[in-house]
């Protein structure tokens, strides 16, 4: 599956506002537009995740994510914050690109291991982080993930 | 964000308890597997899986000591025969016994404020609208 299908202009947010981990989480849930409960225990089920090890992997990436009752098919968000964010990341740097991955219990398609190992090797890629500073608009997301996760 | 009548508050309290238990206990199992998110979060995420499952499940016990003794013997009851004691319910149908249910539980808009559970199949369901 192609990881350009997964996103929409929607779930992309260039301009994340939150200041602390916890708000920005909450701040990328938000681009999943479910209703407040479905946020709500969506949040403490992605914090007992970030609670195993962060899901900052270094260089400036975040990659949050879970399995989640609250979704019904497989659901990812892109936000990023220019300035970086404390979100006690493996190499202690701030995070300026944050992936939410959210999968269902029990999907059809098993797609969620195999985008979680996609979204990982494409944002390791190294000249990606600084294609992802360029960005000015959502679709130009849209077309990196097209070009370079094909 | 919007109406004060749609916030998480207003969720049944045993039922934001089974939810958050539901998806720890898939977090959990999903460890278990060799082909399953052990080897993803070994590589990408530096994950001690061991680790992790027994961090997950200290957690579940303590959130299973938390249910009522009503709802807690019913879970005991659900979970050996079933992975999961809270199914979602999607246009209708349980996504644990694949029944359609019936439309008045479905389309109650406080839907959330009570525990409910599936006619047929018995599991405690959420409804994802
Ligand atoms: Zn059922």
Redesign the interface.
Known sequence: MKLRKLFTADSVELNLQSETKDEVLKELI?LLGL???????LF??LK??E???S?G?GKGIA?PH???????ELRLAYGRKPEGIDFQA?DEEPVHNLFLIVA???EVSNQY?PV??KI?QFAKDPDIPAKLQEIDEAAEFLDLLEERAP | MTAPDSTSDAMHPQLMLLMELQDLRSQHRELEKDDGAAPVEKEHFHMDPAEARAQLAEKVSELEERLDPQVRARYELIKPQRDRVVVPVINGVCYGCFVSIATATVGDQDVHQELQSCENCGSFIYVVS
């Open positions: 938000q209703d407040d409960k479905s946020e709500a225990i403490k089920t007992r995740r609670n195993l090890g899901t992997i990659i879970c399995r989640s009752l609250v979704v019904n493996i269902p219990p029990l291991l979680l190992g990982a």
